[in-house]
């Protein structure tokens, strides 16, 4: 029997209405929001035992060399004054910039770390996600607002669904509080039609702010 999640996920792709979307580019200056996977290659470091870094939301990735890549390579991460950081966790959202380093191998200079959160297969884009505050008196009230990561697409919604990522109660919890800051929740997940008018997103993957981790 397929599991309840996917089910749930097969009914948003065959019913829902993914919000329409261009694919992400890297501004040519300052930071921009990339995923990060451990580079599990066997070979002495720096050069092996970094990081892979990809744009979130982008198709290609421009790496320490100027030129565009699937992904690149950083062989260490780092804070704003260039101070090497700890392990940042599989899987993360990274708010940076890719420079060369001083080995010119690339490298990962890192502002804010976001953590993932549930155990959901995961599908559709990223988004942060803010709750405007606006209420109504009937439904559909659109009380929130999605831009895509890195992108220009924006949609308003009234409803944001998180219980579906299986993550803990705890971090369903931060991630309802993420909703009403400034700096909103970043999740992954897909849009769907509601009754009445309605639109919703649910959150396959939360991503949580962390500290960033200290070497």
């Known amino acids: 029997m397929a599991s309840r999640v996917g089910l749930v996920a097969t009914l948003l792709l065959v019913t829902g209405v993914l919000a329409s979307t ?8 300052g930071t921009a929001m990339f995923v990060i996977r451990h580079d599990a290659r066997l070979c002495p470091s720096p050069r ?21 890549h699937l992904r690149c390579y950083a062989a260490r991460a780092v804070d704003a004054k260039g ?12 708010r940076g910039a890719i420079d060369a380093g001083q080995d010119d191998l690339g490298e990962l200079a890192a502002t804010a770390v976001y953590t993932p959160s549930g155990r959901s297969r995961i599908a559709g884009g990223y988004y942060r996600l803010v709750d405007t505050g606006i209420r109504c008196v009937r439904a559909p009230c659109f009380s929130y607002a999605a831009t895509q990561v890195n992108g220009r697409t924006r949609a308003t919604l009234s409803e944001v669904g998180l219980t579906l990522a299986r993550a803990t109660a705890e971090q369903v919890g931060r991630a309802r509080r993420a909703l009403g800051t400034a700096d909103g929740l970043y999740a992954r997940g897909l849009f769907v039609l509601r009754p009445k008018g309605g639109r919703a997103f649910f959150a396959l993957r939360l991503f949580l702010r962390a500290p960033l981790p200290r070497a």
């Open 83 to 94: 101070n090497p950081l700890g392990d940042i966790a599989e899987g993360a959202l990274v």
């Open 22 to 29: 261009t694919a992400a580019r890297q501004p040519p200056t």
């Open 48 to 68: 092996c035992g970094g990081y892979w870094v990809a744009l979130a939301n982008g198709a290609r990735t421009r790496c320490a060399d100027g030129l565009r």
